[in-house]
């Protein structure tokens, strides 16, 4: 217990600080910050696993990010029955194409030696198949996105319960880093971050632009959720009765048969939200916990072991022989597979897809922001990272406007500083989270809950 003192007190003081948003604000604001810190906490440790256990810089979180979420609707979504009716088989036939494509492009590969005849068979056959596949994919294109573009414009998806969605976002996120690492972590560090960074922009560039996919910039709004709609429990008795039975107290200081059914009403309203921030809440913490034992239990594992002395030392882990390349794809598949699922848990939380929103500050450098404030390669630091700099990011701005009310109180409303402050508060964020960066690079570098290697 003793060594994680630290530990238990940092939590303690960032579940204080939320319990204090609940009382000062409402619960529905304090849940919703508390369900985006654990998606936020899934996704540094997805980031930690990469650079905390084995040193790789990925700044592509972005991209895995964006293939959970386009996860969600390729599972979620139904058909679109008219649309595979007048561009399904063109698409399918343009997947074969890239599958004969690989096929060959590797029987080339393992068939012939090295030299420029073979260099120039598999450019051939890579521009032989881009072609086709554009002539095939064109028509078929152009026919899918041409189906009530209004509404629907794309192939929809299978129609399964969301959460089979999580799993294919991790496995979709995992795949896509299998091919990236092999061909980009043989590069040099600085060189790495680059390319990851310009892949992710490549990935949600493709997401934007090929509407036939997941409706591109237009959006995909009302996505399944695993828990139930607040309209629902509005209507249910149930939970009206539920309702009742909590403020009874209260109802029944109102004498006024009229305006207790009118705050009764309310009360409705304001409890679903709740009850369904509850529910994702509970999901969200149960993927936290497993993520957390499974991966506290690796990082002192013989394979937690062997990854940090790759991290520390590369050289002498070589001359052990260990498989340095072969590790780092193992742990790049890995840590991008996690973020794939955080962003299946984002979108099926916001119930709606906008790939227009997937920018690098937000879903790339706040992520290492996290991991580098919380302690890297340190699974509870992380993921305490995640949660203070959300927090900051979230409530940054109110409590900017409370100080600049309670600091400005004596000057008339129509002051012009006082009125240019109040204007300014939105983008006290950003000078708030600045502020905290340097304070804990300062005193603390080595993050909130620094990494501490257990002997054992």
């Known amino acids: 217990m003793r060594n994680y003192k630290n530990v238990i007190a940092a939590y303690s003081i960032m579940i204080f600080?939320?319990?204090?948003?609940?009382?000062?604000?409402?619960?529905?604001?304090?849940?919703?910050i508390l369900n985006y810190c654990l998606i936020s906490a899934v996704m540094t440790i997805g980031a930690n696993i990469q650079w905390g256990y084995a040193g790789l810089i990925n700044f592509g979180i972005m991209g895995y990010t964006a293939l959970g979420g386009l996860a969600v609707v390729l599972v979620s979504v139904e058909p679109v029955k008219k649309a595979w009716q007048v561009g399904g088989l063109n698409i399918l036939a343009c997947i074969w194409i890239i599958v004969a494509i690989i096929f060959i492009v590797k029987f080339i590969l393992n068939r012939f030696d090295k030299s420029k005849l073979r260099n120039y068979s598999v450019a051939s056959v890579i521009l032989g198949g881009i072609i086709l596949l554009r002539v095939t994919a064109a028509p078929g294109i152009e026919a899918i996105e041409s189906v009530d573009p209004a509404k629907t414009g794309f192939l929809g998806g299978m129609g399964l319960p969301v959460l089979f969605s999580w799993i294919f976002g991790a496995l979709l996120a995992g795949g896509l880093a299998f091919v990236i690492g092999k061909i980009a972590l043989g590069l040099r560090a600085d060189y790495l971050a680059i390319a990851t960074l310009l892949i992710a922009e490549i990935i949600v560039s493709i997401i934007k632009h090929e509407?036939?996919?997941?409706?591109?910039?237009?959006?995909?709004?009302?996505?399944?959720?695993?828990?139930?709609?607040?309209?629902?429990?509005?209507?249910?008795?149930?939970?009206?009765?539920?309702?009742?039975?909590?403020n009874s107290s209260k109802l029944n200081l109102i004498n006024s048969i009229s305006d207790k059914q009118e705050a009764l009403n309310q009360m409705v309203i304001d409890a679903s939200s709740v009850y369904v921030k509850l529910c994702f809440t509970g999901l969200f913490l149960t993927v936290v916990i497993i993520l957390l034992i499974v991966t506290q239990k690796a990082l002192y594992s013989p394979w937690g072991r062997k990854m940090?002395?790759?991290?520390?030392?590369?050289?002498?882990?070589?001359?052990?022989?260990?498989?340095?390349?072969k590790e780092h794809l193992l742990i790049f598949i890995l840590g991008s597979a996690i973020v794939g699922l955080a962003g299946a848990m984002m979108v099926t939380n916001d119930g709606l897809f906008t790939p227009g929103s997937y920018?690098?500050?937000?879903?790339?450098?706040?992520?290492?922001?996290?991991?580098?404030?919380?302690?890297?390669?340190?699974n509870f630091g992380a993921i305490l990272g995640g949660f203070v700099v959300w927090f900051l990011w979230v409530e940054a701005a109110p409590i900017a406007l409370f100080l600049i009310n309670l600091f400005t109180s004596h000057l008339p409303e129509t002051n012009a500083v006082r009125v240019h402050l109040i204007e300014s508060a939105p983008y006290f964020r950003f000078l708030v989270i600045g502020i905290g960066l340097l304070l804990i690079m300062r005193y603390r570098p080595q993050g909130i809950i620094p990494e501490k290697i257990i002997k054992q």
């Open 308 to 325: 940090r002395a790759i991290r520390d030392n590369e050289e002498a882990a070589s001359a052990m022989g260990k498989n340095i390349v």
């Open 211 to 246: 509407e036939w996919l997941a409706r591109g910039v237009k959006n995909v709004i009302g996505l399944k959720r695993p828990a139930p709609y607040e309209i629902d429990l509005q209507t249910s008795e149930w939970f009206i009765n539920l309702v009742t039975k909590f």
């Open 17 to 32: 600080l939320i319990i204090l948003v609940g009382i000062f604000q409402s619960w529905s604001i304090a849940l919703t």
């Open 359 to 378: 920018r690098p500050m937000r879903y790339t450098f706040v992520i290492w922001v996290m991991v580098i404030v919380g302690g890297t390669g340190n």
